[in-house]
């Protein structure tokens, strides 16, 4: 399949990429600076635009079979690049005709609020990170309403370990207890595993140890 990311050169992104070139996707990896993806693979073809530009983000999406969202705002807390970026990529998706979409948003959206505990809740999005909590609410709304086959990921909080395939997907609301942690490796492989599998379409699904 052809695949595009946007949001390539992040800490997920960047994996996203590798783990759907290793699934043997071409796959087009979109950033503002895509020649910072250090990845060499002759499925792999870089496109600099920005994500907030309407012509360069339905340009990108033309021609593709499937869309992956690993937008982020980098150190900014007031970033909103994840809900306008998304906006515009729904967009594009709708007037080219392109279905599949993967979206990357965080545990503690939506009903899964009720997985974390009282640390993530009241201190991180209730304070800390509020904003971005915020607009990871708000994207995930523009997904929902989309009419597109949408999946909508929710992994806990990111860690640098190797992947090792040992967390829990679709995660209950009413379960408690987690660590509220997982790899971006690990986040990687199940975004790429999400463009073929069809288990999870028009659902958000929780994952984290």
Not at 88 to 117: K, P
Not at 156 to 179: C, H, M, Q, W, Y
Request: aromatic share 8%.
């Amino acid at each position: 399949m052809k695949v595009i990311v946007f949001g390539a050169t992040g800490s997920v992104g960047r994996l996203a990429v590798e783990s759907l070139l290793a699934d043997g996707h071409e796959v087009t990896a979109f950033a503002r600076r895509p020649n910072a993806l250090e990845v060499a693979h002759p499925q792999l073809y870089r496109l600099a635009g920005d994500a907030l530009d309407f012509e360069d983000v339905c340009s990108a999406v033309e021609g593709h079979d499937a869309v992956v969202v690993t937008l982020g705002g980098g150190a900014s807390r007031k970033s909103v690049v994840r809900s306008k970026g998304t906006e515009l990529i729904v967009r594009a998706m709708q007037h080219h005709g392109v279905e599949r979409l993967i979206c990357q948003s965080t545990l503690g959206a939506g009903e899964s609020w009720n997985n974390l505990n009282f640390f993530w809740k009241r201190v991180m999005f209730g304070v800390l990170l509020r904003s971005v909590f915020l607009d990871h609410e708000r994207q995930e709304q523009l997904v929902r309403v989309s009419g597109l086959d949408w999946t909508i990921v929710r992994p806990g909080a990111f860690t640098d370990a190797p992947a090792d395939g040992n967390f829990k997907v679709d995660i209950p609301s009413e379960e408690r207890g987690l660590r509220l942690k997982i790899s971006r490796a690990d986040i990687a492989g199940f975004l790429a595993a999400c463009v073929r599998d069809n288990t999870f379409v028009h659902r958000a699904v929780g994952i984290s140890h």
